[in-house]
């Protein structure tokens, strides 16, 4: 499968617990952005990277979500202490730099915070 | 800032029947307008684009800019055509994409 690849699928931790997601994006994608989606939502938009630099960061990141792309390939999405409402389906894709091309969507990384 | 809305959560036809799926958005701006589908156990996948002004599967999107939607229509419903449907705007090159709540379309036998 050439497409975009997330890792884990799924992640059940206990509150105040760190947890780390892994992103490989479409080899040949400059773009890489992070989503979360809760029940009967869209997806909502975290932040990206054209390359290594991160561009772009959402006012739902909260300085307990770090995000790195350092080689400007796969990336990783961190959350410290996490808290029952950051249970959602964390959602990767990756894109080419152009106008109109859309996004790819890896399967995603369902977050459960018991 | 954008904002994409889908009035419809669900929404049910007969196999055979036209379909449209509605979609409207608030930007100041010329926007890049994407559906995407997610079928059952699949990934979000990219539908359509209206740069492109193409038909995929059957469906096509007309972006009317006076009324700012961009439907999503098919003239006969199939039963693979049940899926989960989410409208999504970027102001420009796939930046800032905000998608709508969705609609989640059953085609019925």
């Known amino acids: 499968d050439t497409g975009v690849s997330q890792d884990p699928r799924h992640k059940i931790t206990k509150r105040g617990q760190n947890v780390t997601f892994r992103c490989d994006p479409i080899?040949?994608?400059?773009?890489l952005y992070w989503y979360r989606q809760t029940l009967g939502q869209g997806p909502e938009f975290l932040t990206y990277?054209?390359?290594?630099?991160?561009?772009?960061k959402s006012r739902l990141l909260s300085d307990r979500f770090s995000a790195e792309r350092p080689k400007g390939s796969f990336s990783t999405l961190e959350i410290q202490r996490t808290e029952q409402g950051d249970s959602a389906m964390y959602l990767c894709?990756?894109?080419?730099?152009?106008?109109?091309?859309?996004?790819?969507f890896g399967q995603g990384t369902r977050l459960t915070v018991v | 800032a954008q904002r994409v809305t889908q009035p419809e959560k669900l929404l049910s036809v007969f196999k055979g029947a036209p379909v449209e799926l509605k979609c409207n958005y608030s930007?100041?701006?010329?926007?890049?307008l994407f559906w995407y589908v997610q079928y059952s156990r699949q990934r979000l996948q990219l539908l359509l684009r209206?740069?492109s002004r193409e038909s995929i599967k059957g469906f096509t999107a007309d972006l009317n800019k006076g009324e700012t939607s961009f439907h999503l229509k098919k003239p006969f419903a199939q039963e693979e055509d049940s899926a989960m449907y989410y409208c999504?705007?970027?102001?420009?090159?796939?930046?800032?994409?905000?998608f709508g709540a969705g609609t989640r379309l059953t085609v019925k036998p």
């Open positions: 894709a990756s894109s080419l730099l152009g106008v109109g091309t859309g996004l790819f």
């Open positions: 080899s040949e994608h400059n773009r």
């Open positions: 999504a705007l970027s102001p420009y090159n796939n930046n800032d994409m905000r």
């Open positions: 209206h740069i």
């Open positions: 990277f054209q390359n290594e630099a991160q561009l772009e």
């Open positions: 930007y100041s701006g010329s926007p890049e």
